[in-house]
C-alpha cells in the first residue's frame, strides 16, 4: 500500500492484525466499500472496528444486528405511535412530521459531519433478506424519506466494516459490492503478539506453556466448541492470579473451565483426556 | 492500460478453477489498481482476493488458479527500493549478523542490489522452476539466514511469505465446501430448510394494523394482532449404520447432531436401519429398540421432509428378495426395495444422501436407489442440492 490519498490503517497498540487484514481494510477506504469480516468467533471480527476508530481517531458507530432487526431501522424509524399519542394527549404540533422521524445507525452514520467508521456487527443473524434491502443504500450512501420528502445523503462516506459469522449465506448481489477477509485463526507466532499485548509482563515460560496446552486443546476435534482467543486470555489472567508454576500448566490444566465453556466439552475432556491421582487432575494426552 | 489487460486472462483463469468471479469485481480489481493500490505481487496476492473471493471456501480455488496463472513471474523490480528503504533504516541493520554487517560494508547499494538480483536468478533456476524468490527457513540466496528478504522482514511482518508460496501451501484446502463439512456448516445448509408460514396463536403486535384501526376509530387507540411467522418444517433422518457405514460414523453423527441440534425445525424425528430398509426401523444406533415401518408410514404425515442417509450399496438379493436382510434372523417378509418403494410414494419430499464418492455409484443396488430416490452426495454442496430438492413446491 502506497497510496497516499487517504486514510491508512496501521493497526492500533491494542490490536495485533496481520497484513493481508491491513491491506484488506486500506484498500475498503480507498475504494469505499464496505469491509465485510468473516471468521471463527473469538479472533477479533469486532474488535477491528473498534481498532480501526481508534487509529485513524474517528468515531465508531455500532448497529448490533439481532434476528428481529429490519434494514429500514438502521435508515430511520417513523416513530407513529408516538405521533398518534400526541396527537390525543400531547402538546407538540403533530403536524410537524419531522420531530417524529428518528435517524437509524446507518442513517447517523450518513448524516455525520465527518467520516465515521461504521460497524454493522453479526450481519448473518437477520433475515434471509436484510443484506439485500440495504444494497442500494450501501451503493449510493444515501436514502429518501417520504415522510418529510427528503434525502439523506452521507457528507463523507463511512468506513462501512461488516461481521459476519457465515451462520447464513449471504447473498451474491451484497457480496459483489463487498471486500471480503477472512480472519483464520492466530498461529502461535501471532497469538504470542496478542497476549502480550494484554499482559505484557507475563513470562515467557508461563506463555509458553499456555499456548503450547491451548493448541493441543484445540487440535481435539470432538469439542462442540473449541476454545478461542478470548478464552485463552481469561484463562491466562486466571494462569497468573493463581500463581500457577508454568510447569504444571500443561500436565493439570488448571482452572479448565475458562477453557471449555460447553459442558458436554468439559465432561468429554475429564473422561477422555485426565486421569485423577488423588485430588488432582492429569492430562493423559501429552504428545 | 497495457498492464490491466495483462490481467484479464487471470480472470478467466480464476473462472477456470470455477472462482465466482463476477464482471463487477472484476471492474472493482481494475479501480483499485488504477489507483494504484499495490506495488508487488503479494500485495496484488491479497488485494485480488479480498476484492475477487467472497468466501474462505473459495480461497483454495484462487491459491490454485493464482499458483497457475503467476508460476513463470520473477521478481518484480520494485523488491530492491523496499529493500534499499530497509537498508536504510540504522535500527534493521542491528539485526544483522557482524558478518552480514561486514559484508554489507564492503558494497554499496547498487551493487548489493545487483548481487542480491543475480543471486535471486541463480536460485531461481537453481530450485527448478521454484519461482520463490522469498524463500522461508533455509534457503537464503546469500547462505545467511539475515539477509535474506524472508530474514529481514521486507513489509513490515509479511514474514517472507510470497504470494506464489503461500498459493502453493494450499492452507485453505480444508474451506473447500466441497471437500469438508462439519457440525455448524451442516447446520447452515440445513437451515435452508425452512417455509415460513403464521401459525400459532395471534401474539404479535400488528403495528400497521393497529395504527389504521386507530385511525378509523378517531383516534381511540385499537390494538390488533396477528399470528407470528414460525417455520413448519417437520425432518425425518433415516440413518445406515453399521457394517459399510463405519467409515463414515463420524460424518453421520456430525449430520445428526447438527440437525438434532437445529432447533428451528418443528418437528425432528429419526430411526436407524443396517445395510436396507425391511419391516423394523431402530430407534437406537445398536438397534435394539424396534418400530415398524408399516407404523411409521400410517402414524407420519407425509409432509415430513425426509434425509436418508447410507451408501446404498448391498448385494442385488439384499435388496431384492424376500428373506434378503444381511442379519438373517430378521427374516423380512418384504423385499428392502418394496420397503423403499412405499416409503419414497408416502412422503412427497425424499432425498438420499450418499456419503461415497459419485464416482464409486455405478453399482447396481445404488443405481436401483437412486431411481427411487434423488441421490445427492453427503458434502456440504450436494446437501445444500438436497435441502433446495426438500423445499421445492410440489
Known amino acids: 500500500m502506497n497510496n497516499d490519498g487517504f486514510d491508512q490503517f496501521k493497526g492500533s497498540s491494542d490490536y495485533v492484525t496481520s497484513e493481508p487484514l491491513r491491506n484488506a481494510v486500506n484498500v475498503s477506504i480507498a475504494l469505499g ?11 477479533g471480527k469486532t474488535l477491528l472496528a473498534h481498532s480501526i476508530a481508534h487509529g485513524l481517531r474517528k468515531k465508531l458507530i455500532i448497529w448490533n444486528i439481532k434476528s428481529t432487526t429490519k434494514a429500514q431501522e438502521g435508515l430511520y ?13 400531547g402538546d407538540r404540533d403533530v403536524s410537524d412530521i419531522k420531530q417524529y422521524i428518528k435517524l437509524g445507525k446507518l442513517g447517523q452514520a450518513f448524516a455525520s459531519p465527518e467520516q465515521v467508521v461504521l460497524l454493522i456487527d453479526e450481519i448473518d443473524k ?50 459483489r459490492r463487498c471486500i471480503f477477509h477472512y480472519i483464520e485463526f492466530p498461529d502461535a507466532n501471532l497469538m504470542e503478539e496478542i497476549v502480550r499485548v494484554h499482559f505484557p509482563d507475563i513470562k515467557n515460560s508461563l506463555l509458553h506453556e499456555a499456548l503450547k496446552a491451548f493448541y493441543s486443546l484445540r487440535e481435539i476435534d470432538e469439542f462442540r466448541k473449541k476454545p478461542s482467543t478470548s478464552e485463552l486470555i481469561d484463562w491466562i489472567r486466571a494462569l497468573i492470579a493463581g500463581g500457577v508454576a508454568h510447569e504444571k500448566i500443561s500436565s493439570e490444566i488448571p482452572f479448565i473451565g475458562t477453557l471449555l465453556k460447553k459442558e458436554t466439552d468439559y465432561d468429554y475432556f475429564v473422561n477422555n483426556h485426565m486421569t485423577r491421582i488423588g485430588d488432582t487432575f492429569f492430562t493423559r494426552w501429552r504428545r | 492500460m497495457a498492464k490491466i489487460d495483462m490481467f484479464t486472462d487471470f480472470f478467466y483463469t480464476l473462472r477456470k478453477r470455477k472462482v465466482p468471479v463476477s464482471t463487477t469485481e472484476w471492474m472493482t480489481l481494475m479501480e483499485a489498481l488504477a489507483k494504484g493500490c499495490i506495488s508487488n505481487l503479494d500485495e ?43 537498508l536504510k533504516g540504522p535500527l534493521n541493520r542491528m539485526t544483522l549478523t557482524e558478518e552480514e554487517q561486514a559484508l554489507l560494508d564492503r558494497m554499496d547499494f547498487e551493487e548489493l542490489i545487483k548481487e542480491f538480483e543475480k543471486r535471486l536468478k541463480e536460485q531461481t533456476e537453481q530450485h527448478n522452476g521454484g519461482g520463490y524468490w522469498i524463500g ?18 521486507i513489509g513490515g511482518e509479511s514474514r517472507g511469505r510470497h504470494a506464489i508460496q503461500i498459493a502453493q501451501e494450499r492452507r485453505f484446502r480444508n474451506y473447500r465446501s466441497d471437500l469438508t463439512l462439519d457440525v455448524r456448516q451442516i447446520k447452515m445448509a440445513l437451515r435452508g430448510l425452512r417455509e415460513l408460514s403464521r401459525i400459532g396463536p395471534e401474539d404479535e403486535l400488528d403495528l400497521e394494523e393497529t395504527i389504521d384501526a386507530t385511525a378509523k376509530n378517531a383516534g381511540e387507540i385499537e390494538l390488533m394482532w396477528t399470528r407470528s411467522r414460525k417455520n413448519a418444517v417437520k425432518v425425518l433422518l433415516l440413518m445406515d449404520v453399521g457394517g459399510s457405514m463405519e467409515p463414515f460414523a463420524l460424518l453421520c453423527s456430525q449430520l445428526f447432531s447438527a440437525a438434532h441440534s437445529s432447533s428451528h425445525f418443528k418437528d425432528f424425528q429419526y430411526f ?119 423445499i421445492v413446491k410440489k
Open chain 1, 126 to 175: 437477520a433475515d434471509i433478506e436484510f443484506p439485500n434491502d440495504l444494497l442500494n443504500e450501501l451503493d449510493e450512501m444515501s436514502f429518501y424519506i417520504p415522510e418529510t420528502n427528503e434525502t439523506i445523503t452521507a457528507i463523507h462516506w463511512p468506513i462501512a466494516v461488516i461481521t459476519s459469522n457465515a451462520e447464513k449465506e449471504l447473498p451474491d448481489a451484497f457480496l
Open chain 1, 33 to 43: 466499500r464496505p469491509l465485510l469480516i468473516r471468521g471463527e468467533p473469538g479472533t
Open chain 2, 44 to 86: 496484488f496476492y491479497y488485494l485480488a482476493r479480498a476484492i475477487l473471493v467472497k468466501s474462505e471456501a473459495y480461497y483454495d480455488h484462487y491459491d490454485v488458479a493464482f499458483q497457475e496463472y503467476f508460476k513463470g513471474i520473477e521478481a518484480p523490480a520494485e523488491i530492491s527500493e523496499q529493500i534499499l528503504e530497509w
Open chain 2, 136 to 153: 522461508r527457513g533455509g534457503t537464503s540466496p546469500f547462505g545467511h539466514s539475515g539477509y535474506h528478504p524472508a530474514g529481514i522482514r
Open chain 1, 77 to 89: 424509524v417513523y416513530d407513529t405511535v408516538q405521533r398518534l399519542n400526541d396527537s390525543r394527549f
Open chain 2, 272 to 390: 436407524y436401519f443396517h445395510n436396507c430398509i425391511y419391516d423394523n426401523l431402530y430407534q437406537d444406533i445398536e438397534r435394539q429398540e424396534a418400530i415398524s415401518t408399516d407404523y411409521l408410514l400410517r402414524t407420519m404425515e407425509p409432509d415430513y421432509k425426509l434425509l436418508l442417509v447410507g451408501d446404498a450399496r448391498m448385494s442385488p438379493w439384499e435388496l431384492m428378495e424376500r428373506y434378503g436382510a444381511i442379519n438373517y434372523y430378521e427374516r423380512n417378509e418384504t423385499p428392502g426395495i418394496v420397503w423403499l418403494k412405499r416409503i419414497t410414494e408416502h412422503f412427497t419430499h425424499s432425498v438420499w444422501l450418499n456419503p461415497d464418492n459419485p464416482s464409486i455409484w455405478p453399482h447396481p443396488t445404488v443405481q436401483m436407489i437412486g431411481k427411487l430416490f434423488p441421490m445427492f452426495e453427503l458434502t456440504l454442496d450436494g446437501l445444500g442440492q438436497a435441502v433446495k430438492k426438500l
